[in-house]
């Protein structure tokens, strides 16, 4: 099955994709995650794609594009796929159209989760991120036992630079300019099922299988 999660920044679908690969036997594609990977190895792409995301502003097309089109090579990409943070421009949803079509498959389900502007700067600012093991914590919603250590593995949490306050708006602001133009042109193909992201995590989940039907 191939699924695209929709959502502004923090609204959960790095927490939904995980757990629909889990149930669906299908990889989780995170470019968010991917870039992360490479600014932390600080390969040249890297260093390029922290620059745009310490501003809250996306990562050049081609760029992301290159990175997809590598990580659909990947054998368990032949499965199907949950894709959690691409395409965010209309640009970046052709190139995929073209991607699917060559490959001989297409989306099945576009999955939107809808949270209010206002939610998400609370719950992002809240986030506090493994540097080891990546798992998100929040200070009020799921806060460590310890401060600043992680229940997981003990590593150190961390503040991303793209979950302060200032960059978020941006955030919000390039989603709602850039990103959610997708949801139109998804809707076109009748593929659209929206959900509501405000919810906690297990009814948001319950209204995602509801929705896709697995
Ligand atoms: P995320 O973890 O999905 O919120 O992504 C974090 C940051 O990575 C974003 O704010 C962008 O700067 C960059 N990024 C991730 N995915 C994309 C994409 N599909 N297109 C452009 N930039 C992206």
Do not use: W
Request: aromatic share 6%; net charge positive; proline share 5%.
């Amino acid at each position: 099955m191939n699924i695209i999660l929709i959502g502004p920044p923090g609204a959960g679908k790095g927490t939904q994709a995980k757990r629909m690969i889990d149930r669906l036997g299908v990889p989780q594609i995170s470019t968010g995650d991917m870039f992360r990977a490479a600014v932390k190895e600080g390969t040249p792409m890297g260093l390029k794609a922290k620059e745009c995301m310490d501003k809250g502003a996306l990562v050049p097309d081609e760029i992301v594009i290159g990175v997809v089109k590598e990580r659909f090579q990947k054998p368990d990409a032949k499965k199907g796929f949950v894709l959690d943070g691409f395409p965010r421009t209309i640009e970046q949803a052709k190139a995929l159209d073209a991607l699917l079509t060559g490959m001989g498959t297409k989306l099945d389900h576009v999955v939107v989760i809808e949270v209010p502007d206002d939610f998400l700067v609370e719950r992002l600012t809240g986030r506090r991120t493994c540097k080891t093991c990546g798992y998100m914590h929040h200070v009020k919603f799921d806060a460590p036992k310890t401060e600043g250590v992680c229940d997981k593995c003990s590593g150190d949490l961390y503040l991303r630079d793209d979950d302060k306050e200032a960059t978020i708006r941006d955030r919000l602001t390039t989603y709602h300019g850039q990103t959610s133009p997708l949801i139109e042109y998804y809707g076109k193909a009748g593929i659209v099922r929206k959900v509501d992201g405000t919810k906690s995590m297990e009814d948001v989940q319950g209204a995602i299988k509801k929705a896709i039907g697995a």
